[in-house]
């Protein structure tokens, strides 16, 4: 592959940004594309203090042809495309669906398109362990069905990955990756970039940190009356940086090795922890105690989902180094930063 660039779609978001700093790693050149509508322009400044570069920018949003397709026709050379930009908050997806539908359908096949008249080949696209809803066997594999997420905005990564793998099965030009992201904690070591959550946060660590930062009371636990060792639901927390490598590999097998036009892969540690368990665990690493009490079980949530992810190890070559101690203490080394 002559060409290093990138374009990252949402690449100013979390996930994104440390992704922009693993590929600058691994001699790319990222390109992002972004409307910050759920992230701000100081993470440009924490990606050249990582990185030394000013990683380039196109500000506008992905939905619109014509902003996208002109970002081909600047770039020209464009090696292949991470699309990260979506919106991803489940609750509001529910309040609000067609906001859901435009915006992470509408950028997906404006993408697409582009790409195609482009004739730029490749393609890693964000998708999520929502997509399997409340399996009935753990672990869950690539094997595992899909079903109809109960959220909008689960419903829009079933959608995606159907419009990605008909498209690319169509056009054999196309050749893409689905990744189903468990859950990602966690922020870049050097604490200078990480999880800007707007609003009252949704997600589990960044309320327990904020909550230990004196921004918010106390933490809900929603639910201690589940069918687990302590009653509290189990999630695959895996760290973020260790989440931004593996779309790096994606692209490299997608380069050199795929012979499928289109296939998925989970992204998890293979690992479950409960609620309690990330608290005494939180507690534990940062020596600061959580404030917290149980309520109601939360609309929607599955009681266990973890990942079996030796699919991405075999044909990715991608594993999960980091530990649940090192992502909870740099979630908090990150907390203490934007507290300041
Ligand atoms: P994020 O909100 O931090 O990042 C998304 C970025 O996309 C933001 O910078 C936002 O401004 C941008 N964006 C949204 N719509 C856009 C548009 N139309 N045009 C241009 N930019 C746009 O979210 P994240 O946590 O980094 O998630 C990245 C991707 O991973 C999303 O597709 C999300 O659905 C998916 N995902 C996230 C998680 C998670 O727990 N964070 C889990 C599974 C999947
Ligand atoms: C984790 C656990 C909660 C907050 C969501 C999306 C999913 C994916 C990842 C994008 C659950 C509990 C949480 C709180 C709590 N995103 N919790 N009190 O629900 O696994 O997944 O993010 O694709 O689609 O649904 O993650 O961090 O919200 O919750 O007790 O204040 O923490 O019940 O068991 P979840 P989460």
Request: charged share 20%; hydrophobic share 35%; net charge negative.
């Amino acid at each position: 592959m002559e060409s290093k660039k990138i374009i990252v779609t949402g690449g100013a978001g979390y996930i994104g940004s440390h992704t922009v700093v693993e590929l600058f790693n691994h001699g790319f050149e990222p390109i992002i594309v972004d409307n910050f509508s759920n992230s701000e322009k100081s993470v440009l400044v924490g990606l050249r203090e990582i990185t030394g570069r000013n990683i380039k920018l196109f500000e506008g949003d992905c939905s619109d042809p014509n902003f996208i397709n002109d970002i081909f026709k600047v770039e020209r050379d464009v090696a292949g495309v991470i699309h990260f930009a979506a919106y991803k908050s489940v609750g509001e997806s529910i309040k609000f669906p067609i906001k859901y539908y435009s915006n992470n359908l509408g950028s997906l096949c404006a993408l697409l398109e582009a790409m195609e008249q482009h004739q730029v080949r490749y393609l890693v696209f964000s998708s999520s362990c929502t997509v399997y809803g409340a399996a009935k066997k753990l672990p869950v594999t690539e094997n595992t069905p899909v079903v109809t997420p109960f959220s909008p905005y689960g419903n829009t990564k079933k959608i995606s990955e159907e419009i990605i793998s008909q498209e690319a099965q169509n056009r054999k030009q196309l050749k893409a990756i689905s990744l189903r992201y468990f859950n990602p904690i966690g922020a870049h070591p050097s604490a200078v970039i990480g999880e800007l959550p707007i609003g009252v946060p949704s997600n589990l660590v960044p309320y327990i940190t904020q909550t230990v930062a004196g921004a918010r009371n106390q933490l809900t636990v929603f639910g201690d009356d589940y069918n687990t060792p302590d009653g509290s639901c189990i999630r695959d927390y895996l760290h973020v940086v260790d989440l931004a490598k593996a779309h790096v590999k994606a692209l490299d097998y997608l380069f050199d090795q795929q012979e499928d036009p289109y296939d998925v892969f989970n992204l998890g540690t293979g690992h479950g922890n409960s609620v309690f368990q990330i608290i005494n665990e939180f507690e534990k690493v940062v020596g600061k105690k959580v404030n917290y009490v149980v309520g109601d079980r939360r609309t929607g949530d599955v009681p266990v989902m973890y990942a079996n992810a030796d699919k991405a190890h075999q044909f990715l070559d991608w594993r999960t180094e980091l530990s649940l101690e090192d992502a909870l203490a740099d979630s908090w080394r990150w907390q203490e930063k934007i507290s300041l």
